[in-house]
Structures are given as C-alpha cells and as structure tokens.
C-alpha cells in the first residue's frame, strides 16, 4: 500500500505525477491559502504533508497521529512550532540552496528601485507629469554603487547579495552575523562589525536573516535612530524581523531615507498600512523567490523531501533543529 500525502497548495502536474507514482494523495484545489479547518480534516489520515507557510501548531499536529512529515517548499521555516514538531516526532523539511541567486537578484531589485526612485518615477511618467522642467533635481535618486552596504544575516542568501555588491556595484561591505565568518572575508574583502557600527555606516542596510525569537523586532526605534538619515532599509527575510511601528515613525521623521519591502509583519498586508502610502517605500508580495524557474525547482525539491519521508528514506533538507528526530 502506497503512503498517504496531503497536497496543501498548488503545484504542476510534473509534481503531482512524481508525487502520484510514490504516494496516494489528496490535494487543496481551492484558491488561496487552505483554510485551517480544512487542513486538520484532510490531515487527518495522512503520513505527509506538503505546505507552503502554512503554520504548523501543537494542536494542528494532535489531529494527525500518522505523519511523519512535513515538507515546506520554502527556506525559511518560522512557519514550523519546533518544540511541538520534536513532541509529536514530525520531521520538517525546507529548500534550501536552490533560490539562493534569485533571492539575491530581488534583494538588488529593491536597493536599485528605492535608490533611484523607480516605480515612484515611473508612475511620474506614466501619469503624465513629465514635463520640459530643466530643473530635474526633484527626481534624483542615491548612488548604489561605491557606496556601503551592512548586510545583517551571513548565509548562503548573504554571500550571493555579496557576490552581486563587491563584483557588480564595488561596494564596500560591512556585515554582522551570529559568527564570524573569516574565510567570506578574505574571499570577498567584507568587513565583520557589531550591529550598531553597521547601522551607523552603512548606506543600505539589508535584512537577511532567518526569523527566531532572537531575530524578533532586530530592527526597532533605536536602530533605526542609530541609522543614516540618508539610508535605505531594504527587507527580504521576514517581516517581523522589523517592528513595522518603529519603521513607519523612522520613515515619517526623516529618520531614514526609505525602504524596500519584500516582507511584512501582516501577509498580505493590509491596504491601509500607512507603508503603502510612502512614495519613499517601495512595496513587494513577498516574491524573493518567485522566478517561474526557481518555484518550480523548489516545489520539486519540497516533493522530494516529502516522498523521501514517507518511504523511509532520509529526508535530504530536514531543518537543522529537527536532526536529532532522525537517530530515533
Ligand atoms: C522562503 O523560501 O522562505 C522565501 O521567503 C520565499 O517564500
């Protein structure tokens, strides 16, 4: 008898076929996120569980006696309650590795479009206000390159926004992260530095860490006082790595200069936040990794992870918190 899976959100019929050759399966066809009721009834019976986000609580776990498994087409994992997950013996997985570069091209996306004013200038355009002015100083923008960026978080997503900063923009790099990481500084000439001194210096400062409750509101009222006036913050890790009151304060007294917004503490955010009004923010879903290439890579992998257990095999992405579950 094949093991059961539960499918929680769309994927391509080259996912479902690979799944469909290892696992009987359901899976979520309504629009959307599934709504939580419907996910504890489907989840019921099942060895497996491939979601996107979804929050993965003690009380989701308790109506699931079988699983095994539960595979997040995703890299970050703050979706997963750990402690409940090692209660229940649940393995977790995530895609690490294959949306590092294009996590890293968004990254720059949103340094280059708030620090040349790009869908501001845009919409400027398109409605029609670009005159013959020869005064043009209205629309200027912030150099990118030679200038500084602080990179707070140092994995794989880090090395690649370094990779693009060094060799395409000449920028100087700060960086902070839990540990030091000697052989990245010899290997790109980055420059380790304590938050505050990061915060002080740099021109950019770009968010990349993982959310934990050590990284919970990292960036808050005093960091942004500490910050240029003249700097950009620019988030793609998650969005309560800000505390988005302090953000829209520093944002309104000129504290900081702008910010580019992959992530929000509310998704999808609510079309009153008052970030939305901000010609001097500019606003993303939450699409670092949503290249056609890259999602379609990463549901592969998150399938992988999936049929891998609940066939017995070792899981080759289960989340380093839940290792110790494979001894047992
Ligand atoms: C991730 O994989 O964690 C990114 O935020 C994209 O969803």
Same mark, same amino acid.
């Given at each position: 008898?094949?093991?059961?899976?539960?499918?929680?959100?769309?994927? $391509?019929?080259?996912?479902?076929?690979?799944?469909? =050759?290892?696992?009987?399966?359901?899976?979520?066809?309504?629009?959307?996120?599934?709504?939580?009721?419907?996910?504890?009834?489907?989840?019921?019976?099942?060895?497996?569980?491939?979601?996107?986000?979804?929050?993965? !609580?003690?009380?989701?776990?308790?109506?699931?006696?079988?699983?095994?498994?539960?595979?997040?087409?995703? /890299?970050?994992?703050?979706?997963?309650?750990?402690?409940?997950?090692?209660?229940? =013996?649940?393995?977790?997985?995530?895609?690490?590795? #294959?949306?590092?570069?294009?996590?890293?091209?968004?990254?720059? $996306?949103?340094?280059?479009?708030?620090?040349?004013?790009?869908?501001?200038?845009?919409?400027?355009?398109?409605?029609? =206000?670009?005159?013959?002015?020869?005064?043009?100083?209205?629309?200027?923008?912030?150099?990118?390159?030679?200038? !500084?960026?602080?990179?707070?978080?140092?994995?794989?997503?880090?090395?690649?926004?370094?990779?693009?900063?060094?060799?395409?923009?000449?920028?100087?790099?700060?960086?902070?992260?839990?540990?030091?990481?000697?052989?990245?500084?010899?290997?790109?000439?980055? /420059?380790? $530095?304590?938050?505050?001194?990061?915060?002080?210096?740099?021109?950019?400062?770009?968010?990349?860490?993982?959310?934990?409750?050590?990284?919970?509101?990292?960036?808050?009222?005093?960091?942004?006082?500490?910050?240029?006036?003249?700097? @950009?913050? @620019?988030?793609?890790?998650?969005?309560?790595?800000?505390?988005?009151?302090?953000?829209?304060?520093?944002?309104?007294?000129?504290?900081?200069?702008?910010?580019?917004?992959? #992530?929000? %503490?509310?998704?999808?955010?609510?079309?009153?936040?008052?970030?939305?009004?901000?010609?001097?923010?500019?606003?993303?879903?939450?699409?670092? $990794?949503? !290249?056609? =290439?890259?999602?379609?890579?990463?549901?592969?992998?998150?399938? %992988?992870?999936?049929?891998?257990? #609940?066939?017995?095999?070792?899981?080759?992405?289960?989340?380093?918190?839940?290792?110790?579950?494979?001894?047992?």
């Amino acid at each position: 008898m094949k093991p059961k899976v539960y499918i929680a959100r769309k994927i $391509s019929k080259e996912v479902e076929e690979y799944i469909g =050759k290892h696992c009987d399966y359901r899976k979520w066809q309504g629009e959307g996120a599934i709504p939580l009721d419907v996910l504890i009834e489907e989840i019921k019976e099942v060895d497996g569980l491939l979601v996107q986000h979804a929050p993965i !609580t003690h009380e989701l776990l308790e109506q699931a006696p079988n699983l095994k498994i539960i595979s997040n087409s995703a /890299v970050g994992y703050d979706s997963f309650d750990l402690e409940a997950m090692k209660q229940h =013996k649940v393995l977790g997985t995530h895609t690490p590795f #294959v949306l590092d570069e294009t996590v890293a091209d968004l990254a720059f $996306s949103l340094i280059l479009a708030t620090a040349r004013r790009v869908p501001e200038l845009n919409n400027f355009v398109k409605q029609g =206000k670009w005159d013959k002015q020869t005064d043009s100083r209205h629309l200027f923008g912030i150099d990118v390159h030679h200038a !500084t960026m602080g990179i707070i978080g140092m994995g794989r997503i880090g090395e690649k926004i370094v990779r693009r900063a060094r060799f395409g923009f000449e920028m100087e790099v700060l960086y902070t992260s839990r540990t030091p990481k000697p052989a990245l500084e010899e290997k790109y000439g980055i /420059v380790y $530095s304590e938050l505050d001194a990061l915060l002080e210096k740099s021109d950019f400062v770009v968010l990349i860490v993982p959310l934990t409750p050590e990284t919970h509101h990292l960036m808050g009222q005093q960091q942004f006082e500490k910050m240029k006036n003249s700097a @950009i913050l @620019i988030n793609c890790a998650r969005g309560a790595v800000v505390d988005e009151r302090a953000l829209i304060r520093a944002l309104e007294k000129g504290e900081i200069r702008g910010a580019g917004l992959d #992530v929000f %503490e509310q998704e999808p955010v609510s079309p009153d936040n008052p970030l939305l009004g901000m010609d001097q923010v500019v606003a993303l879903p939450h699409i670092g $990794s949503a !290249t056609e =290439k890259t999602r379609a890579t990463m549901l592969m992998k998150a399938a %992988e992870n999936l049929v891998e257990g #609940v066939t017995g095999k070792v899981p080759q992405n289960v989340v380093k918190e839940l290792q110790d579950l494979l001894a047992n």
